[in-house]
């Protein structure tokens, strides 16, 4: 039997463009190679869809398309994505052939053109016989997305985040024996479900292990099935076994950024003691990531600009508080401007002040700055000068012999950092009439710049 397996087509209105492009290529082309049979494992869709909206229209172009060349199966998937109910609707869009809707555990053959599902979750000794009489085309396994809230409620929420794996494996068992009995037979066998093989990568190359993921390899192995179809993970991989194959075709078409690899859709070969199995690329858009790690290099970003005209690009800086307006937006958008679409996410590095350790426990200002001192390595005298001065002092003429020193230096800020706390006027008593300062040298209007000067200006 050949096979056409498409997965995670995630039709939504934001994803309608890519979806629709990657999935009505990926039809046509499965049925001019003359596939026989198609099967989408899971997440036609990305999220519920209103019944007036266009993605869902679309959706049922395609499948509608699809089942006018040969019969379909559509798995549940995701119930995030694919909310139960979702597919009940597809199931009445068969016009030539028919539309299988697959939402619970079961197996299911083909015979003559038309779908016979097994009355329990494996055919019974009865249901195989007729079958083997029937002689039907495949028999599929199939195995939707679990309900682990229904799971939980029978083994206990602890243990449904770690059995799901046990309980699935010992189903796949006992639909191993029921498919060996067709295997020997001679009938073509393919399982299909939803979930994560504990080890596989994911679209951005991350490993995915762990004790709550659905599946192992040795259990869908154990069904004995000589090819298992998967959806849910977006990358593409397989996995062999003495001619039997168990693999993803990945995701239709590429929804996110930094998503590794082709997209496509699977053509299986799928015969009585093996299986194979080659991915078709569908015509995904093509997507750029740029990242820096401090601002933007226009110099490289100009580069790049260069060669991305149908190009969905994605650019990445982090960068300080106090310079985040040194980073020109509209700049690089305008030399993105011919790209097919531009996605700019800067990340700003807030300031962190972190109090001093013990200083709340000083009972004075003078206190608490010697103990910020003592834990910034800095010299507390001469701060601690200042800060007696500024508590005691006269703040003109404080400022008074700071603008003397001003004026008489060729360098004021040089000066201005090395002036000797005792060379400022004593504060004047308290009883007698303040001293009148003596006169201020003329200071030029530029030596006094850096006073006003944004000193953060780029």
């Not at 959806?231 to 194959?245: C, M, P, V």
């Not at 299986?275 to 100009?302: N, Y």
């Not at 109090?355 to 701060?383: F, H, N, Y």
Request: net charge negative.
């Amino acid at each position: 039997m050949k096979v056409a397996q498409f997965s995670d087509l995630h039709y939504s209105p934001g994803n309608l463009a890519e979806s629709d492009r990657c999935f009505s290529f990926a039809v046509g082309h499965a049925i001019g190679g003359g596939a026989q049979i198609g099967v989408v494992t899971g997440d036609s869709t990305d999220h519920r869809l209103e019944a007036h909206s266009p993605a869902l229209n679309a959706l049922a172009n395609q499948v509608h398309r699809l089942a006018e060349a040969m019969p379909v199966v559509m798995l549940q998937g995701t119930f995030s994505h694919e909310p139960p109910g979702t597919l009940d609707n597809f199931g009445l869009m068969g016009s030539t052939h028919p539309v299988f809707i697959a939402d619970k555990v079961q197996q299911v053959a083909l015979v003559g053109g038309r779908f016979v599902a097994s009355s329990g979750p494996v055919f019974s000794p009865d249901e195989v016989n007729d079958l083997l009489e029937a002689r039907p085309d495949i028999v599929f396994t199939c195995l939707p997305t679990v309900n682990r809230g229904q799971l939980a409620a029978h083994v206990g929420a602890l243990a449904a985040g770690t059995q799901l794996g046990d309980v699935l494996a010992a189903y796949l068992t006992a639909a191993g024996r029921v498919n060996m009995v067709f295997r020997e037979a001679g009938i073509a066998t393919a399982g299909l479900s939803h979930g994560t093989v504990n080890g596989c990568e994911a679209e951005h190359g991350v490993v995915m292990a762990g004790l709550d993921h659905e599946f192992s390899l040795g259990a869908l192995f154990d069904a004995q099935c000589s090819a298992f179809l998967l959806g849910h993970i977006h990358k593409a991989q397989q996995w062999e076994r003495a001619g039997r194959l168990i693999a993803y075709p990945g995701s239709i078409g590429r929804f996110h950024y930094g998503e590794e690899g082709d997209k496509g859709y699977r053509l299986w070969d799928v015969r009585p003691e093996e299986a194979d199995s080659v991915l078709v690329p569908t015509p995904s858009r093509k997507t750029v990531d740029v990242t820096f790690a401090g601002p933007p290099d226009m110099a490289q970003l100009e580069s790049i600009a260069a060669e991305s005209g149908d190009t969905f690009v994605r650019v990445r800086w982090q960068i300080d508080e106090e310079h985040r307006q040194t980073v020109d937006r509209e700049a690089i958008e305008a030399l993105f401007a011919g790209a097919a679409g531009l996605k700019l996410e800067g990340r700003i590095l807030p300031v962190i002040r972190s109090r001093a350790q013990g200083i709340s426990l000083e009972t004075t200002v003078a206190g608490k700055v010697a103990r910020w001192c003592g834990l910034t390595d800095v010299e507390p005298a001469s701060i601690l000068d200042r800060l007696q001065l500024l508590d005691t002092g006269d703040a003109e003429a404080i400022a008074a012999g700071i603008l003397a020193r001003i004026g008489s230096s060729l360098d004021p800020v040089t000066t201005l950092a090395v002036a000797e706390v005792e060379a400022i006027p004593a504060p004047p008593s308290l009883h007698a009439p303040a001293p009148t300062p003596e006169p201020v040298a003329q200071v030029k209007a530029d030596s006094l710049s850096w006073l006003t000067d944004d000193l953060f200006a780029a």
